[in-house]
Structures are given as C-alpha cells and as structure tokens.
C-alpha cells in the first residue's frame, strides 16, 4: 500500500514583510503547487531559535535557582556554627567582657573566626572552580570558564553574606551580663 504523504519536511523563508503576510504568502504558494500538501507549524525564525534554547535557559534557571538555595543554606549553617560557638563561649566572653573588654573586641573575636571559615572555604573554592572549569566550558555562553571578574564577584557576595551571618551571632554576644555568664557556668 502506497502513501500519498511523502513525509515531513523544514523551509526557510526569508522575507521583508510581517510575519502573517509572510505566513499567508507561503501558504498561497504551497497551494499553487500542489493543494494536498499540507501546511503547518509556521513560525518566524525567532521563535524557532527561542523554542531551541529552552532547554538551555531552563538548565540556567535552575541552576541560578539551586545556586541561590545552596548560598541560602551555607548562610544558614554558618550561622549555626556561629550561634553555637558564640553560645558554648558564653563565659569566656563573659569573662572578658568582666575584665574590661569593650563590644567592639567581642564582636572582632567572633568575626576573626567567620572570617577565617570564610577566607579557607574562598580559597578552597576558587581553586576547585580554577580546576573543574574546563569541564563546563560548553556550557558557558558569554563568558569564559575561569572569568576572573565572575569569581571575584561570586566570592565577594559570599563573603559580604558570610560577614552578615556571623556578625549577627557576634552583635548578641556583646550583650552578655558577665555575672549571668559567670553564674550560668
């Protein structure tokens, strides 16, 4: 049994008109060649470029996305960390706060040890990103694997948040009663 279809098949027009014209056009002549042959799925050539990228813009939308959860997430564990240490220090900071420290002293010996986490997990991560970034080199549209601004950028927000979530935890140690500390214990 013979088909009279003869299968599928792709055009490119290019035309100065707007897209229905173009769209009308095309089919006039479709018809003028042949009346069976069917005409479907037209579409301009920005569509036809938007629909092959989609799969790539939803790949870069969740990454974006499972990137800002994991910065959201070591923003949340440092501050624990930070929560915890600045509460098992209770009595040392009370007992520098007794001798006289000021707050400013307090906050600093808290934020010397965020800094510290900080400043190795940086540079852990810059050089991991330094070695792994041939991998995804294909996957980068505009910007090149080892893109020195994007990682100083990336490592500049992560800092200015890591700052923020350990000087939340430091700013409430400032606030310890040294005879409360000294008791407690």
């Not at 027009?13 to 707007?18: C, D, E, G, I, Y």
């Not at 069917?38 to 938007?50: A, G, S, V, Y």
């Not at 959201?72 to 520098?96: K, P």
Request: glycine content about 10%; hydrophobic content about 50%; overall charge positive.
């Amino acid at each position: 049994m013979e088909s009279d279809f003869a299968g599928g098949s792709v055009m490119y027009v290019r035309t100065s008109n707007n897209r229905d014209a173009a769209f009308g056009a095309v089919r006039q002549a479709a018809r003028d060649l042949d009346a069976k042959i069917p005409i479907f799925n037209l579409r301009t050539l920005e569509h036809q470029i938007d629909q092959s990228l989609l799969n790539d813009r939803l790949t870069a939308t969740l990454s974006t996305a499972f990137g800002v959860l994991a910065t959201m997430l070591a923003v949340i564990g440092l501050y624990g960390v930070m929560a915890y240490t600045v509460a098992r220090r209770t009595r040392e900071i009370g007992v520098r706060m007794a001798l006289g420290a000021v707050p400013g002293d307090v906050v600093w010996l808290v934020m010397r040890e965020v800094l510290m986490l900080v400043g190795s997990g940086i540079v852990l991560g810059v050089a991991a990103a330094s070695a792994l970034g041939r991998l995804i080199a294909s996957q980068l549209y505009g910007v090149t694997a080892n893109d020195p601004l994007t990682i100083m950028g990336a490592a500049g927000l992560l800092l200015a948040v890591a700052l923020l979530a350990g000087y939340l935890p430091a700013r409430r140690a400032t606030r310890v009663n040294p005879v409360l500390a000294l008791r407690y214990e």
